[in-house]
Every structure is written in structure tokens, then in C-alpha cells.
């Protein structure tokens, strides 16, 4: 037991306590015993167990309700009459033997030491270490009685108290030792547990407990945290932990774990698991099952987040992937070797690792399988890598299969005795380094023996290097050229635009040029260069390169070209183009210049056809000459003169004060033209048609103002030709009524609007109807019946008088075969049928007139086709040859408006004609005159000693027909018999049988 300091004092204090008394009791039994009052308090102190964590019993004065009794045999009692008090107490726990037995310290419970035999109760907290005090020991109460043979026993008592308090001090100091020792292991303890829970923390390691038998588990937070589960919310269970588990990994962890208890060992295994928020996290468990007579009750295990582990290992590997794609993809062979030649490892070179398969193998000697050059060639570049530092480059030949392969090898230093050697395929860049050099050679022979001129110029154009060619060309040698600038040697006209050449020289596009350059003979040639700009990396001209041919010949034959190209070929008079810059020009000057104008002249000769036809082209093309100087003599130096196509010619007049200045000249154009003209030994006499422009300003544009010119000579040919017209908006609307008549009788031929009426031939000796002549009618949509006076010129001058004449054709020989059939005693009715020019062509009139005899069934004598006199002598040998044919197919054939053109008895004899036609201008002319009557008569006495028929035109009065008929013409048409009728009237006529 622990005693404090102070009980030290108390076997002292007991001694003199019998020494200073002056009487001692010696009534004293001498059993005399000895009390502690009952008072008196025993008290300890207590602590928390550090294994129970319960708090120890308070030990009370009942602890030591025994030490009366320790003793058994003598109790001791000391009187203190003096003192006042008489205390009674025992002293067997003084003096008994038993005290000095060491007391017995039980580890397995957690009651206090206790004394052996007779000792009194005592108990001590080994955790504190501190002792049970005796609180108030009651000295003052004590009083001696009893002889000195007492006193000297409780002496000797005293004495004995006092070994035993040396005892327990002794005692007291090994039970602090050990309580000392026994904290430090507990915070040892304690410290390493709370490092233990920090490092599960910290290491996401989760534990756990899994009892097969009743399949329970017990796990950590850190396994809650780790499923991604809250510990306050969740029931532990197997399920909840396989529901955790990835769909995929549930098999592979099951597999794992049944593995492991089957043959009693651990298991490791990797999976993952699915958190409540969709993210997948990977762990690594380990687990040991614990067996009881050969079977599993028990298994224990520990979990590991390894999600950031998995992710760095996945980086990992697909970054060692990509690498080895790249070394792979690498064309370069890359070989690392140590400094005494053996390789060490090789990547790349997919193009050329099979130059190597004889020594590519790791551990191969490359100085020992290598050609000697090459071997010698690696030693030295390796050495001088491993002594300078510095990487080495050089290349190398490599002969393979009756191939040279050309490669490049540099050689870098990465330790201090090992290298890697970078082995490039060059033999392309090697290949176009010979195509180089022998481009530069064939370069070089075809620039010292070109002709074209090649040079290099500074951005300024001065030369800095010209071919040899220059010598052979300007006549300058090359040190002569060489710092000149070819601005000093240009033609003063041409300076400028080879300027502007070189101040943009970087065109996208740049185009040749075409300038002149003094020779250094004197006088000048013509190049054509092009230029070229030579750009460093930021874009900026470096040089210029030109080249330069001459190219003389092709200047002066474009010149004749254009010239050509703007010119008429026959009279060297500017043609239709030419014609047409000047008067947009003119136009523009009008619009721009106050008090500026023009006029244009049209100019069409009359019948030049006539010329050409009868008297040869070649007289025609003279005569057109002619004309033209003469022409060009009536103008001024700046008005034009064109020819635009055959008889045609255009003057423009430019910068005139009056409108009338354009009619004088057309006057004294007309005038001279009447003279005869001289050609080749024959006078001819030609005339001409002129239409004027004068008031130009108010057009905008060229061909505005040739076809209003060409209407005005239209219409001055209209009034009778050799003579001018000065044009007016009128003009220009009818030539538009004009042109919407032709689209009009276009879509007449599709819709079938055409029509025929017919007007009798009588016959002026009976007076009876003979035949009937066929007229086309247009019964137009909107202007009613339209006669074919109106219409019938537009229709021969487009292509529609094919169709249209074929139409009348069938149609009216149609309707005579029906009236032969239908009416009596006109079996042999006549149709008269009116043929234009364009229908006399062997390739037109024969197959049409098959067609009607095969749908018409109409006898071919009853057909009479009548042809305008002016028609036949334009082509008369052609004419004759086509009418022969058709009269041989038993057709007649008739001449009409005979006397009107150029009538002539040697045609006349040539043409196979059955009848004459006499006009109606000799019949009934509206101012009758003898000379009138006597062409007729004439033409009636030519038919008759002919054998011709003679029929009459435009009979209208009762003393025509009678003069005829003493002029015995035979046949007669006219409004004295009737008008031209539709083909209803004229069943109606024939069935009367009228006499007229």
C-alpha cells in the first residue's frame, strides 16, 4: 500500500508520546488493545479502467471492517484519561508477520491487489498509481496507560511500524514503476490505433466481416463510402453489396470468391461498382475465409479504391500505345547502340527495316555484319559522338537486291557510351537531286543555245543575267546588257506600259507584253516578253524573271489581221465592225459635247443583182470599187466610209452644223451615180437607194441607228428607187407593224387560217366560164378578211411561201376535181395557180405536184401554173429546164403581168409557156392612153402568131371586153364578169350555167 510522507512521522510522534508521560495507567489489562474509532474514514480515490471504460467502486471504511479481527488472539488497550479521549485501536496490521508477504497482483480481473494472510483489505489503482490515505489516524485521542514493560512494547510496536513503513515505500515505488511503464504501453496503444484509423481513412480501405453461416456482415464506414452508400440509412447485407457490383463483373467477382473457399486460399479481385449517381468506380478486394472442421464460417476482407490507379494505368496505357504507333509510323529506322557496336533495341523504319533483316536482331555486333565502308563510316560518327557530345550526319549507300538505296544517318549522343542512330530513306530526295542536276544541265544547254531571250532582273528591271541569246537578238553582248536597264533601250511609245509591267509584277495572271527595242544596229524590233516575279519566304520580289522572244513577223501579220478583221477585203473600206466602234463613239461624244452631230447614210444599190447576174461578177466587184472611191470622195477626211455587206455601203458624216449638209451630200451622191460608168469596155448605169439618220443624238445605241437608216432606204426604194429618204419614228412603226404581220401569218400556217376564193376565166368569144383562177385569202382573228395585197410580199420574202403555196395547191386542185365530178358538162374544168420563186426548185415544185396528182386524182391539163414575168429572166436557164419537166408531166403553163418586166422574144421562144397574161395596166389603166392600147394589142398579136393563148386582165367595162374581142383575144377575167368568190358561190355560178 501507498502511504504520503507524512506517515513517516508517525512512529516518532508515538515515542515521545511515552516518553513525556508523567503517569501511566497501570490499571491497564495487559491484554490491553488497542481501537481505531469509528470515525475514523478510509477513503480511495478512483479512475476509469482502461479496459473496461467503467469507473472502479469507491472503497469505503467497510473495506477494512476486518482489521479488528486480524490480530484474533491480543488486543491491546492504552487508557487516555490524560489526553481527554480514549481510542481503541488494533495494531495487527502493524505488527503482523503477514505484511511483509509481497501481495498478489491478478492481471485477469480488475480488482486491486490484495494482502495475503490476516492482512488488512487495501486496494490500489494501478492506472493513477496513487494509494489509499488514511485520512485522520486520531493521534490526539490516544492515551498510554499500562507499566514501562508496555511501554516498552509499544516501542518496540513502534519500531516494527516503522520497518514496515520503509517496506511499503519501497513497494510503493515498484507499483509507480510499473503503472509508468504500463501508460506508456497504453498511449503507445492508443496512438497506434488512432494511426491505424487514420491510414484506413486516408487509404479508402474499407474492412469487413462476413459470417457465412447466417450470412451477416459487418463492414467499416470507409466500405459504405466506398459503395457510395450513407452508413445511417443502409442495412448491411450481402444483396446490398452485390446490387453495388457492376452488371458485367457480378460473375467474375462470384467466381473469384467461390474459387477461394473451394480451395482454401485468398483470392484477389478487381471490379467495379456502380454508385447511386450513375459513376462507376473500380476496387480491389482482397479476402481469407476462416474454416471450423474443414468449412467456411467465416470470411474477413479488405477493400481498395483503385478508380485513380485504373485511370492512370488506362492513360498509361494507350500513351505507350500511341508511342508505339508513332515509333511505328516513324519512316526513320531509330537503333539504339552502345558505344562498342551492339544493338540495344530498334523502332520505326516501316520503309526500309528490310535493308536490315540480316543483323536487326538486339545483340548483334552492327560493326561485325555491316559492309566495311559503312561499318567504318558508323565507328568514327559514334566516337566522335561520345567524345564532342555533338550530334554527327552524314549518308550512306546501301546496295539490296540489284537496288542502290540512298540514306541519311545521324547519330546522337543519350548516355555517356550509348547512342541512337536515326536512319533515313533518301532516295527520293537523292533521286530528285540527279533529276535537279540533270535539269540544270539540259537547263543549261537549252538556255545557251535558245533563241528566246531569258533574263534576271532586279526589282528595278536592271539586268542581272541574260542568256548568250542576247547577242543574236539585240545585237549586245551579255557583259554589255548586264547593269543596264531596258527602260533605256524601249521606244518612247512603249516605256510606260513595261513600267506598269514591273511595278506589279506579282499579278495572279501576268499576261505577255508586246513592245519595241532598239537593236544595237540601229532601228527597232518587236518583243514579247513575260514577266515573272521571284518571292522570298515574307513574300517580298527578290528578281524578276523575263523572257523574251521576237516576234516581228507575228506583229505585222496581227496588223494586217486587224486591219483585215476592220476593213472590207474588196474595197479596203472599214466594214460593219469598224463601222459600229466609230458610231458608238460618235454617240458618246454627241451625249457629252453640246452642240455635236451626226448622220448616218445608208446606201443600197437598185437592181445590182441584174448587174451581177447578166454581166459577171467580176464586173460587179469593179463596179463596186468604183462606186466606193467615189464615195469616199463626197466626205471629209474624219467622216466614214463602210461597206457593210454586198451593194450596201454606210458614210458617216461626224461633227455637222445643219441637217442639211447629210441631204446635200446624199444628193450629190444620187446625181453623180447616174452618169455611166466605164467597165471593162461596157457603160453601165446604176442607181442607188438612200436612207438618212439625222437627228443621231436621240439614239443610244450603233445598231439603232444602221437599222433605222436601213428603214429610211427601204422606204426611198419604196417610191421608186434613185432617190433618199430622211427617216421618221413613223418609218420605224410600220416596219414594227411589219414584223408582228409575219409572226401573225406564222401562226396563221398552224391554225389553218388561210382561205380561197376564186374568180372566173371566160372565154370572150362564148362568154362562158372556162376555168377559175385561185386566190388566197387571210381570214385574220382580229382584222377580218384580209386580201392578199397585204400580206402576200411578207409571206414570199420568209420561208412560209412553201407551205402556204403547197396549201394552195392541193386545196384548190381538190376543189376543181370535186367540181368536175359534181357539176354537168365541166369535166374539164381549168385551175389557174399562182407559183412564187421560191417554189421553182426541182426539189419543191416536182415532189408537190406528185402529191396533187395522187390525192387529187385531177387531169394534169386542167392545171394551169402561172409564173410572174420578172421571175422568169433572173434565172432563165434553170427556169426553162424546171418548166420543161412539169409541162412534160401535161401541166400548162402561163405568164403573168406580161409586158411589166424585161419582155423578150428570145426568152419568150426558150420558155415552154402555153399562155400570156396581158396586165391589168394595159387593160383598164386608170388614165387610158393610145400607148397602153398598143402594147396590148401587141402582146394579143405576139401570143397569136405564137400559138399562145392571150388572156386578159382587169376587165371591167363593156368596151373593153368588146375591144378585145376585136383584137381577138381569146380569154378574159374582170369585175365585168365577177369578183373573186368563195368556193360555195362558185357551185351556186356554175350549176346557172350563166351566160355572160
Known amino acids: 500500500m501507498f502511504f504520503p510522507r507524512k506517515a513517516f512521522c508517525f512512529p516518532v510522534l508515538l515515542g515521545c508520546a511515552f516518553l513525556l508521560s508523567s503517569e ?16 475514523t474514514r478510509i477513503r480511495a480515490e478512483s479512475r476509469i479502467n482502461p479496459w473496461t471504460h467503467r469507473d472502479s467502486s469507491v472503497l469505503n471504511r467497510s473495506s477494512y471492517s476486518g482489521y479488528s ?32 508477504t509481497p501481495p498478489r497482483t ?38 498510554l496507560r499500562g507499566h514501562p514493560g508496555d511501554q516498552m512494547l509499544l516501542m518496540s510496536a513502534v519500531m516494527c511500524g516503522g520497518v514496515l513503513m520503509v517496506a511499503t515505500v519501497l513497494w510503493n515505488r515498484q ?95 478487381e471490379y467495379r461498382v456502380v454508385h447511386p449517381d450513375d459513376s462507376i468506380h ?9 474454416y471450423n472442421d474443414g468449412k467456411a464460417n467465416r470470411m474477413l476482407g479488405v ?12 492513360a498509361l496505357r494507350q500513351s505507350e500505345a500511341a508511342k508505339q504507333q508513332i515509333l511505328e509510323a516513324i519512316p526513320d529506322l531509330l537503333i539504339w547502340m552502345s558505344a562498342d557496336g551492339i544493338c540495344e533495341g530498334f523502332a520505326g523504319g516501316s520503309n526500309i527495316v528490310k535493308l536490315f533483316s540480316p543483323f536487326d536482331a538486339i545483340g548483334i555486333n552492327h560493326y561485325e555484319v555491316l559492309p566495311h565502308d559503312i561499318s567504318q563510316k558508323r565507328r568514327q560518327a559514334v566516337e566522335a559522338v561520345l567524345s564532342t557530345g555533338k550530334m554527327q550526319l552524314y549518308e550512306q549507300q546501301l546496295e539490296f537486291e540489284g537496288e542502290i538505296h540512298y540514306e541519311e544517318v545521324r547519330v546522337v549522343p543519350i548516355q555517356a557510351d550509348k547512342v541512337l542512330i536515326i536512319i533515313r530513306n533518301i532516295n527520293n530526295r537523292k533521286q530528285a537531286e540527279i533529276a535537279l542536276a540533270e535539269s540544270e544541265q539540259r537547263y543549261r544547254i537549252v538556255t545557251e543555245n535558245m533563241t528566246d531571250l531569258v533574263c534576271l532582273h532586279k526589282p528595278d528591271g536592271q539586268y542581272v543575267y541574260v542568256t548568250p541569246s542576247c547577242e543574236s537578238l539585240l545585237g549586245y553582248s551579255r557583259d554589255e546588257l548586264i547593269g543596264q536597264n531596258p527602260d533605256d533601250l524601249l521606244h518612247p511609245d512603249d516605256v510606260s506600259r513595261l513600267q506598269l509591267a514591273h511595278s506589279d ?29 521571284i518571292l522570298d519566304e515574307t513574300g517580298h520580289v527578290l528578281h524578276l524573271q523575263s523572257t523574251s522572244r521576237e516576234v516581228g513577223d507575228r506583229v505585222l501579220m496581227e496588223q494586217r489581221l486587224r486591219h483585215d478583221a476592220l476593213h472590207d477585203a474588196l474595197t479596203r473600206l472599214p466594214n460593219r465592225l469598224l463601222l459600229l466602234q466609230r458610231l458608238e463613239l460618235a454617240i458618246k461624244r454627241s451625249k457629252h459635247q453640246t452642240g455635236y452631230y451626226f448622220a448616218v447614210l445608208f446606201i443600197d444599190f437598185d437592181r445590182f443583182k441584174v448587174i451581177n447576174d447578166s454581166l459577171g461578177h467580176s464586173i460587179g466587184d469593179q463596179l463596186l470599187t468604183t462606186v466606193a472611191q467615189k464615195f469616199c470622195n463626197f466626205v471629209r477626211k474624219d467622216d466614214l466610209v463602210a461597206r457593210i455587206g454586198g451593194d450596201e455601203f454606210v458614210v458617216l458624216l461626224e461633227d455637222i452644223k445643219t441637217p442639211d449638209r447629210a441631204n446635200r451630200v446624199a444628193e450629190r451622191i444620187v446625181e453623180d451615180l447616174r452618169a455611166p460608168l466605164l467597165i471593162q469596155g461596157q457603160e453601165i448605169f446604176i442607181s442607188a437607194s438612200i436612207g438618212i439618220v439625222v437627228d443621231a443624238a436621240n439614239h443610244n445605241r450603233a445598231e439603232d441607228l444602221i437599222r433605222n437608216a436601213d428603214i429610211a432606204m427601204y422606204r426611198a426604194k419604196a417610191s421608186g428607187r434613185d432617190k433618199y429618204a430622211v427617216f421618221d419614228p413613223q418609218m420605224h412603226a410600220q416596219v414594227l407593224k411589219r414584223m408582228q404581220l409575219e409572226n401573225d401569218l406564222r401562226k396563221a400556217v398552224d391554225h389553218h387560217e388561210f382561205a380561197l376564193a376564186y374568180q372566173p376565166i371566160v372565154s370572150l368569144k362564148s362568154l362562158r366560164i372556162t376555168g377559175f383562177e385561185a386566190l388566197i385569202r387571210w381570214q385574220h382573228p382580229t382584222l377580218g378578211l384580209v386580201t392578199p395585197d397585204k400580206f402576200i410580199d411578207v409571206v414570199e420574202e420568209t420561208d412560209l411561201i412553201i407551205p402556204v403555196g403547197e396549201w394552195v395547191l392541193l386545196t384548190a386542185c381538190q376543189q376543181v376535181a370535186a367540181w368536175q365530178s359534181q357539176v354537168p358538162n365541166f369535166e374539164d374544168l381549168k385551175l389557174t395557180v399562182n407559183l412564187s420563186v421560191k417554189q421553182l426548185r426541182e426539189s419543191v415544185l416536182i415532189p408537190q405536184l406528185n402529191k396533187v396528182l395522187t390525192q387529187t386524182q385531177i387531169k394534169p391539163h386542167c392545171l394551169t401554173l402561172e409564173i410572174t414575168e420578172s421571175l422568169l429572166v433572173e434565172n432563165i436557164d434553170a427556169t426553162s429546164s424546171l418548166l420543161n419537166q412539169v409541162q412534160s408531166m401535161g401541166f400548162k403553163i402561163s405568164i403573168d403581168d406580161f409586158g411589166t418586166g424585161y419582155s423578150s422574144l428570145s426568152y419568150l421562144h426558150q420558155l415552154p409557156v402555153d399562155s400570156l397574161k396581158i396586165d391589168r395596166t394595159f387593160v383598164s389603166p386608170e388614165e387610158p392612153t393610145l400607148r397602153n392600147q398598143t402594147i396590148a394589142e401587141s402582146i394579143v398579136g405576139l401570143s397569136n402568131l405564137l400559138e399562145l393563148k392571150a388572156i386578159a386582165e382587169g376587165i371591167e367595162t363593156p368596151q373593153q371586153l368588146e375591144w378585145l374581142q376585136t383584137l381577138h383575144c381569146e380569154y378574159g377575167q374582170g369585175y365585168l364578169f365577177s369578183k373573186p368568190i368563195m368556193s360555195d358561190q362558185v357551185e351556186h355560178l356554175l350549176k346557172k350555167t350563166y351566160q355572160f
Open 24 to 39: 501511566v495507567d497501570k490499571s491497564c489489562d495487559v491484554s490491553g488493545q488497542l481501537d481505531i474509532t469509528k470515525d
Open 175 to 269: 507499483l509507480q514503476a510499473e503503472k509508468t511503464r504500463r501508460q506508456q504501453a497504453e498511449q503507445r496503444l492508443q496512438k497506434s490505433e488512432e494511426q491505424l484509423r487514420l491510414a484506413l481513412e486516408l487509404t479508402h480501405i474499407s474492412l469487413w466481416d462476413w459470417h457465412i453461416a447466417d450470412n451477416h456482415f459487418e463492414w467499416n464506414e470507409n466500405h459504405f463510402r466506398l459503395l457510395g452508400l450513407d452508413p445511417h440509412q443502409t442495412d448491411l447485407s450481402y444483396q446490398l453489396w452485390r446490387k453495388a457490383i457492376h452488371p458485367n463483373d457480378i460473375d467474375h467477382v462470384e467466381h473469384a470468391v467461390e474459387t477461394a473457399i473451394s480451395a482454401q486460399t485468398g483470392y484477389w479481385v
Open 282 to 290: 473500380w476496387m480491389l478486394e482482397h479476402g481469407s475465409a476462416h
Open 106 to 143: 491478478d492481471h485477469t480481473t480488475n480488482d486491486l491487489p490484495v494482502a495475503t494472510e490476516g492482512s488488512r483489505s487495501a486496494k490500489t489503482n494501478l492506472d493513477t498509481g496513487k494509494t489509499l490515505q488514511v485520512r485522520d489516524w486520531g493521534l490526539t485521542t490516544i492515551a
Open 69 to 100: 479481527n486480524l490480530l484474533g488472539r491480543k488486543q491491546f488497550r492504552y487508557p487516555t484519561t490524560d489526553l481527554g479521549l480514549t481510542t481503541t485501536t488494533s495494531l495487527a496490521a502493524i505488527v503482523s508477520p503477514s505484511v511483509f
Open 303 to 314: 477493400m481498395l479504391d483503385i478508380t485513380e490507379r485504373r485511370h492512370i494505368e488506362e
Open 505 to 533: 509584277p506579282r499579278s495572279k495572271n501576268p499576261l505577255p507584253i508586246t513592245y519595241r527595242i532598239r537593236h544595237k544596229l540601229g532601228g527597232y524590233i518587236w518583243l514579247e516578253t513575260l514577266i515573272k516575279p
